[in-house]
């Protein structure tokens, strides 16, 4: 696995093939439990956006049904950054249909706190009410602060509160893998 900038990995949790293995089940749980014609995929930037368009290229292939996948920026929404103090540049959410009276799968790479959820939902509720939120995750590593599940999991991780999951997308960053590191990561 390259690194992407925590350092040396202490363990890999996952290389390529799991990755499409765990994202093609948790396809497969959506397949059986969701209305897909009624379904739109929302991906968190970074790394939650090509995960839903894998997770909605999977469902095309096995059920010849497109579902719309767009994405959403949360840096507004964040409840650990003072909005006036960021110095980034906030992009408008991307989200193909309207998600009022849909069903919202929320996609993320790794479910931690469960805050950037929590900005996310933020993020989707202020472009319409959607019939229902489910979320959807590659990582599922523990320590939240606030009551969020995943509906979706691909692994669940436990780990300390002094490590960090690292995971890589072909799309971002030349290759897919999941990684365990030592040291907490600098946001």
């Known amino acids: 696995m390259a690194n992407i900038g925590y ?52 469902i095309e292939k096995y059920e010849n049904i497109k579902c719309p996948v ?7 929404y964040r409840d650990d950054r003072d909005p ?19 069903t ?6 790794v479910l931690h706190t469960g805050r950037t959820v929590r900005a996310a939902m933020d993020a989707i509720l202020d472009q319409g009410r959607a019939e229902r939120i489910c979320l959807a995750v590659l ?18 991780v436990p780990t300390s509160s002094g490590e960090r ?7 971002i960053d030349g290759g897919d893998g999941v990684a365990l590191y030592e040291g907490r990561m600098n946001r």
């Open 104 to 109: 919202v799968v929320l996609v993320d790479d």
């Open 165 to 171: 999951i690292g995971v890589m997308m072909q799309e």
């Open 139 to 156: 990582i599922d590593r523990g320590h939240r602060e606030l009551p969020i599940r995943a509906d979706f999991v691909g692994k669940n």
């Open 7 to 58: 350092g040396i990995p202490k363990a890999q949790l996952m290389a390529g093939d799991a990755m499409n293995r765990a994202l093609t089940r948790m396809a497969h749980e959506m397949m059986e439990q969701l209305d897909l014609k009624n379904m739109v995929f929302v991906g968190i930037r970074r790394r939650g956006v090509p995960l839903a368009q894998r997770l909605a290229a999977i």
């Open 70 to 76: 767009g994405e959403v920026d949360i840096a507004m």
């Open 84 to 102: 006036s103090e960021l110095k980034i540049k906030v992009q408008e959410q991307k989200l193909p249909v309207d998600v009022a009276g849909r």
